[in-house]
């Protein structure tokens, strides 16, 4: 079936190339992922200014909300054998933390509120802001809505800007947390683990297939294709996002494996892809990006 394919393009907020993708024909909007660093005492202005830029295109600018998303609060040298989180948290011991990837791991021995007791550190340097999974169906993490997501909340309010992705919804509460900050709030929710999934029938929202998360959290990685197509067949407008055309980071010709996924997320019936990752930090390789998926897309769209 013929369709319209566009595009979302996380920007860091200085990027001198940002005019160009939001000005490129596949782009309908912008994120800001607030985990980027921004002063805070001009944090307002530079958000009123790229909401201002990307209205004044016709496009759309995003904050993505970082919610119950684990991530690291401090450095951790090796050898080291305590972590410290974003969230308290309560979980069954021993049990694996992933860090960013399923390449870096270390087991947790105990836990104190948001400090993880490891038996072993992982063999690099664990660095503030990283991602934390912990696979575990005992996991509960406390609390929702980081101050930091308040903040910008706020801010949001002041300038008039109600677009938010929440990361990590899981269930129909968390929608109603940030409605009680911004009640006419436009809400994407990035379904990034097995309770999400699990709990589709109750996030009315536009939903998200947020491939990055997800693919960590599910027991099995091969169960991300039908994690990927349940959630499109809740919501058929639904966004995929993250680890797409990720070969570009490197070079600028994109590996089969790359080309063959995103054709297969076309097939699926996918309309928007959101761009997440390192790809989007330099020009040539998100603009790379953006043209190779127009070309792509040209035989679904209508």
Request: aromatic share 8%; charged share 30%; net charge neutral.
């Amino acid at each position: 079936m013929k369709k319209t394919i566009n595009a979302i393009v996380t920007m860091p907020p200085y990027a001198p190339f940002i005019d160009e993708v939001i000005e490129h024909p596949l782009v309908k909007g912008i994120r800001l992922n607030i985990v980027m660093p921004i002063k805070k005492d001009k944090r307002e202005e530079l958000l009123k200014g790229l909401y201002e830029k990307t209205k004044n295109k016709n496009k759309e600018l995003w904050l993505d909300l970082k919610c119950r998303q684990l991530r690291t609060e401090n450095y951790g040298v090796p050898p080291f054998t305590e972590i410290e989180l974003s969230h308290k948290i309560q979980v069954y011991t021993p049990c694996k933390a992933y860090f960013s990837d399923r390449s870096i791991s270390a087991t947790i021995l105990e836990v104190d509120g948001n400090k993880l007791i490891m038996q072993e550190g992982p063999k690099r340097v664990i660095g503030p802001g990283e991602s934390v999974t912990i696979p575990h169906p005992t996991l509960q993490i406390e609390g929702y809505l980081t101050d930091k997501d308040k903040e910008y909340i706020e801010t949001g309010n002041k300038i008039g800007l109600k677009n938010y992705m929440l990361s990590f919804v899981e269930k129909k509460e968390d929608i109603e947390e940030l409605k009680k900050y911004c009640k006419d709030a436009t809400i994407i929710s990035k379904i990034e683990s097995q309770k999400g999934i699990d709990n589709l029938k109750e996030i009315n929202t536009r939903l998200m297939a947020a491939r990055g998360d997800l693919y960590m959290e599910l027991n099995w990685p091969h169960e991300i294709i039908f994690a990927v197509e349940k959630i499109l067949a809740k919501d058929e407008n639904a966004m995929v996002a993250s680890r797409i055309f990720s070969s570009l980071e490197e070079r600028l010709e994109p590996s089969c494996e790359d080309l063959g996924d995103v054709d297969n997320l076309l097939r699926m019936g996918y309309k928007t892809f959101m761009f997440g990752d390192d790809i989007c930090f330099k020009k040539d390789s998100i603009i790379g990006a953006l043209n190779l998926l127009s070309i792509m897309a040209r035989r679904y769209v209508g």
